[in-house]
């Protein structure tokens, strides 16, 4: 079981920048490939980023590419998504999940562990 803590949220102008950090419990977090989704008012969820267990690979979402960095910390169970270039499209709240298997995916369905998620708001 894992157990997924998100911070880092809030208000920022677009341009600007915010950084998310998802605190996991548990041991074995460093076994785990890792997301970022993101849900904005009456539209579904959808995939922001992910990375592999070791840090290797990290995949992305089109509009976000060259804006958002996910990263991790195995040694602090943490992992982070700088995101940059902030856009009011971005507003949405921000889930960070998690796969125990490892293996980077973009589809939810592929992380069973969830946080609680966390508001970030665009102004323009």
């Known amino acids: 079981q894992v157990q997924l803590v998100e911070t880092g949220g809030g208000l920022a102008q677009a341009g600007g920048s915010l950084r998310l950090s998802c605190a996991a419990s548990?041991?074995?977090?460093?076994?785990?490939?890792m997301a970022w989704f993101r849900q904005a008012p009456g539209k579904e969820r959808k995939f922001v980023a992910s990375?592999?267990?070791?840090?290797?690979?990290?995949y992305y979402t089109d509009s976000v590419k060259g804006r958002f960095t996910i990263s991790r910390d195995n040694a602090k169970n943490t992992v982070s998504l700088q995101m940059n270039s902030l856009e009011p499209e971005d507003t949405a709240v921000y889930y960070c999940?998690?796969?125990?298997?490892?293996?980077?995916?973009?589809?939810?369905?592929?992380?069973?562990?969830w946080g609680q998620g966390i508001q970030v708001t665009v102004s323009s």
């Open positions: 990375i592999n267990w070791s840090g290797s690979r990290t």
């Open positions: 999940a998690a796969n125990p298997g490892g293996v980077a995916y973009s589809t939810s369905n592929e992380y069973p562990y």
């Open positions: 548990g041991r074995t977090f460093s076994s785990h490939s």
